[in-house]
Structure formats: C-alpha cells, structure tokens
Nanobody
Framework: QVQLVESGGGLVQAGGSLRLSCAAS????????MGWFRQAPGKEREFVAA??????YYADSVEGRFTISRDNTNKTVYLQMNSLKPEDTAVYYC??????????????????WGQGTQVTVSS
C-alpha cells in the first residue's frame, strides 16, 4: 500500500514558477513509476509527466517548461513548473504504479493516487 500526499500548489501569475511535491509512504518507493496528471474543470484528467527509474517522460504541452525528479531517499517526487500559462490551471495529482511494461503516460498504469493540489495561473 502506498499513500501519496501532494503539496506546493497555489496561485501564480503567468510566466511564474511553482514546485509541486509528492511525499510517498511505504518501503518500496523505488519499485514504482511516479507520475503527475492534471484535471481542469470540465476536462478529462491528462498526463503531465512521469519518471521511470531515472528516465523522464513529458506531455508535449509541458516539454521544456516542466521538470520531474525524484528523491528516493526521502520518497518524494517533484514537479518543477516554469513559464506557467493560464492553461496550466488545474488540479494536479500525483500517482504511483509498479514499474512494468505499461507505458507510464496512461492513467491505467497507476494504482495509487494523491488527493490533488490546485494550481491556478492568472493572466
């Protein structure tokens, strides 16, 4: 069982930066792919970024602006978000899924989800 707790969301102006954190419980953090997804009002949840081992994956919409990283010692995954745009406004969710052959870009790969943290980017 893995529990995930996100933090770091908030209100920021366009062009600004935020760093999201996701703290995980459990003893086998390194077994898991870690992902970030987001859901805007009236839209479906969408993939943002993931890390499998040391390999990152990004949605095209955030490539070059967001950076995902993980600290296995502290069982934490981060999402550094730069050059934020109003269209980045959403609830951001952290997710964990056991590493396997499934592509880490899809939500069905993940078994555990955090409660979400709101990110609002004003224009």
């Amino acid at each position: 069982q893995v529990q995930l707790v996100e933090s770091g969301g908030g209100l920021v102006q366009a062009g600004g930066s935020l760093r999201l954190s996701c703290a995980a419980s459990g003893r086998t953090f390194t077994r898991y792919d870690m992902g970030w997804f987001r859901q805007a009002p009236g839209k479906e949840r969408e993939f943002v970024a993931a890390v499998r081992g040391i390999s990152p994956y990004y949605a095209d919409s955030v490539e070059g602006r967001f950076t995902i990283s993980r600290d296995n010692t502290n069982k934490t995954v981060y999402l550094q978000m730069n050059s934020l745009k109003p269209e980045d406004t959403a609830v951001y969710y952290c997710a964990a899924g056991v590493t396997n052959s499934r592509p880490p870009r899809y939500s069905y790969h993940y078994d555990y989800w955090g409660q979400g943290t709101q990110v609002t980017v004003s224009s």
